[in-house]
């Protein structure tokens, strides 16, 4: 137990540590100035000479967000028509896979395009080859690089003096696939290969099992795809069961490798923000405010998994039995914990064990994570999250101290404040109405079919489905039958308000800040690196989730936990 609690704390330290200088060299990355990755500017030129893209035109934030919102849409259309088309080509498919149903091309469009990921199919026994690289893995460099390329966009509005450009998306978004993700993946892919993870393109192969029976076993090449998903906060599995399958995650040091890549970039941008605008004290108590979250949700969680299930215990298992049901045992439950946590906290949704097989307070955490889905967030856009709190939180403490609330020497207006309050409304909306709605249909038509376990537990698959996509995450109670025409399409409508409004509604507030004069610091002026104002940001966050979300936690894992 001791030495899996070690492995735990590794994982956080050892990311942090990475994590400080990777956020410098990201700043650079975005300035523009020099770095080791510099050979790769004659590849850039050209793909943006190919394009007919002006890198160094400055755009104010309107431009830039059509720009985002155009490229995104050519990505779908492509990754649609794709996958539609799968069976019709000869290209990387030995196993014969047909073509994919409308709905379920949609939802995996939308979902891959959204950097959600969330699957309603099992990539070994559904998806080619061709599909897994050139759709999937393509997706998951490009979806990451937007969320990167918009928070850069954010971090240069708050240093704008009276000026409305904030750079150019298409210049960070290229960079940060070539400069950022590329080299990243490229080395978190080979430390897998060699350790086991699976990367070939032999097709199904034929294999003997120690009963001497003989089953068709499915590769491919998974280790790039792996180190992508995990790095972008993807989480898109090669195979069904992700990173709980062996050949994805073959042991306990390739677990932290990929544990460590989903919280690496997220943490990274946190102390990016702070070198970007040089208020490297704002950053720290931004990274404590989301640790003290973490580590509280972790430790929360891995308690419950090593007590385990008082339901068990009461078939004659000694109390104490750690709860090892859905979870592999060359992990444990503590290391299951520990990545349950992360990939919910991050947006990343990738998973090494079942999270349906949790216990009831270790599910109500995932969700609580997905419900507050700030704290380190998807790459980028987990930062822009929590830049919402921190305006409705430097509103609050700007009323309480009876002062026009400012921050970064930029005055919150009513404006700033709205959309704000939008974006924020925005969440629990989408997840309840989805809830709501999914419910409802289950009461009227207890025959529907794809809900397999009935109360509490029922209604928390129904939940987590609703709350995943709507925190572009990706991963699931797998109790829920979600291969449906119903849930491929409200998910997928889900995870496209998900994704871009809560990006629109930011950089239309940095947009405004952008211009605005800035006030002078004086004796009243907020002090946002205050401990002070930290007690006031996690009182925000919490009464936030609490208040729109806590009903929804009452009727599902509260409620399963003390009826056990």
Same mark, same amino acid.
């Given at each position: ?59 104010? =934030? ?29 290209? =990387? ?134 180190? *992508? ?52 004290? *704002? ?28 339901? *068990? ?25 520990? =990545? ?109 079919? =794809? ?37 491929? *399409? ?75």
């Amino acid at each position: 137990m001791n030495t899996e609690i070690l492995g735990v704390v590794l994982i956080f330290l050892l990311t942090a540590a990475i994590a400080w200088p990777l956020g410098k060299y990201m700043v650079k990355v975005f300035k523009g100035e020099k770095v080791w990755t510099d050979f790769l500017g004659p590849f850039e030129k050209f793909i943006f000479k190919l394009s007919g893209v002006d890198p160094n035109r400055e755009m104010d =934030w309107k431009q830039n967000l059509k720009a985002l919102l155009g490229i995104n849409l050519l990505f779908f259309t492509v990754a649609i028509i794709l996958l539609l088309v799968q069976g019709s080509h000869p290209f =990387w498919n030995p196993n014969g896979f047909a073509n994919w149903d409308p709905t379920l091309a949609f939802n995996t469009a939308v979902s891959f395009t959204t950097n959600t990921n969330l699957q309603h199919y099992s990539g070994e026994s559904g998806a080619s080859y061709f599909t897994q690289l050139i759709v999937f893995c393509w997706l998951q460099f490009v979806s990451a690089a937007t969320g990167i390329a918009s928070c850069a966009l954010l971090f240069k509005g708050l240093i704008n003096k009276q000026s409305s450009n904030l750079g150019n998306f298409y210049f960070l978004f290229l960079r940060s696939c070539t400069r950022i993700l590329l080299p990243l993946a490229i080395i978190l892919s080979l430390a897998l290969t060699f350790n086991g993870t699976v990367s070939n393109f032999d097709g199904l192969q034929k294999v003997t099992t120690l009963e001497g029976d003989t089953q068709m076993v499915a590769g491919g090449p998974a280790a790039p795809m792996v180190s *992508i998903k995990q790095l972008g906060t993807n989480g898109g599995g090669f195979f069904g069961p992700n990173s709980a399958h062996p050949f994805e995650n073959p042991n306990y040091f390739t677990n932290i490798l990929e544990n460590m890549a989903i919280l690496l970039i997220p943490m990274a941008l946190v102390f990016a923000f702070g070198f970007y605008i040089q208020r490297k004290k *704002i950053a720290g108590l931004f990274f404590a405010v989301m640790s003290l979250l973490f580590i509280s949700f972790v430790s929360v969680s891995v308690y419950q998994e090593m007590l385990g299930n008082p339901t *068990i215990h009461q078939m004659g298992i000694a109390e104490g039995q750690t709860n090892m049901e859905g979870k592999e045992v060359r992990f444990g439950p503590a290391a299951s914990s520990m =990545w349950g946590v992360s990939t919910t906290s991050t947006s990343n949704g990738s998973v090494n064990s079942m999270h349906d097989s949790h216990t009831a307070i270790s599910g109500g955490i995932f969700l609580l994570d997905m419900f507050i889905n700030a704290i380190y967030g998807g790459v980028g856009v987990g930062f822009i999250n929590f830049f919402v709190f921190v305006i409705i939180a430097v509103f609050i403490a700007g009323q309480m101290i009876g002062r026009t609330p400012d921050f970064l020497g930029k005055k919150i207006e009513a404006k700033e404040i709205k959309i704000a309050a939008l974006v924020a409304i925005l969440h629990p909306l989408l997840i309840l109405a989805g809830t709501g709605l999914t419910s409802y249909l289950v009461v009227h038509n207890p025959d529907i079919g =794809w809900l397999n376990n009935p109360s509490f537990h029922g209604f928390s698959e129904m939940l987590y489905e609703n709350t995943s996509a709507a925190a572009n995450n990706g991963s699931g109670f797998e109790g829920l039958g979600d291969n449906t025409p119903l849930w491929n *399409i409200l998910t997928g409508i889900i995870m496209l308000l998900g994704r871009f409004l809560p990006i629109i509604g930011p950089l239309a507030i940095v947009g405004a800040l952008a211009i605005k004069k800035p006030v002078p610091v004086t004796a009243g002026s907020l002090k946002a690196e205050s401990p002070a104002f930290g007690a006031v940001l996690i009182s925000v966050i919490l009464i936030i989730a609490a208040l729109a979300f806590f009903p929804a936690l009452a009727l599902g894992p509260l409620a399963e936990y003390f009826t056990l």
